[in-house]
């Protein structure tokens, strides 16, 4: 299964969701499509928040490093952040952040800690541009790369409980090896968290 599969698999018909970093609004048109939900997204890039727009997805224009002050407790079902929490100062604050405004949290991160990327470190020295990490380490938009073992440990450190979780390998499929090593193996991992 790929990502958008279980993304859509994880949210329930007619869910309230936000997505935190939406881009153009992929994930939230395939999810008003297939799942009816009532989508918000939010996004600091101005392109992509016009691409939402002329989607008919409602969008704020927010950076989300400086809060998510706006949002109540608890008011939507499901709150996504993909290949976003990498991106952000504060990725600790931004956990606490989603838990607090959603009763439950998708979250989509790059692993650092996958074969290539070692593999790359070890016999040239240098910072791994693959698949998941595209881009080299002067122009990546990543300031806060982890493997999947410290993100688990990050949410247990905040006492968020990880509910659900498939790793990827590069391709983006899930198998054996991205299940039974999933720190080795897997290019990118997708959690289903919440407090």
């Not at 395939?30 to 969008?59: H, P, Q, R, T, Y």
């Amino acid at each position: 299964m790929k990502t958008l599969e279980i993304i859509n698999n994880w949210i329930a018909k007619d869910s309230k969701v936000l997505d935190l970093g939406c881009g153009k609004g992929e994930i939230l048109l395939d999810l008003i499509a297939s799942k009816n939900i009532k989508a918000v997204g939010v996004e600091i890039d101005d392109s992509k928040i016009n691409e939402c727009i002329s989607n008919g997805i409602n969008v704020i224009e927010q950076n989300i490093d400086e809060g998510l002050a706006n949002f109540i407790d608890k008011s939507f079902d499901v709150v996504i952040m993909s290949q976003t929490i990498q991106v952000l100062r504060d990725p600790k604050k931004a956990l606490k952040e989603i838990t607090r405004i959603g009763n439950e949290c998708i979250v989509t991160i790059p692993n650092f800690g996958h074969w290539r990327a070692r593999l790359i470190l070890l016999l040239k020295g240098k910072m791994p541009v693959t698949g998941p990490l595209p881009d080299s380490w002067f122009n990546t938009p990543n300031i806060h790369l982890c493997t999947l073992e410290d993100f688990e440990l990050l949410c247990s450190d905040v006492s968020i409980q990880i509910t659900e979780k498939v790793s990827f390998d590069s391709k983006g499929n899930s198998n054996i090896f991205t299940r039974t090593w999933p720190n080795f193996f897997g290019a990118s991992a997708i959690y289903k968290i919440s407090n």
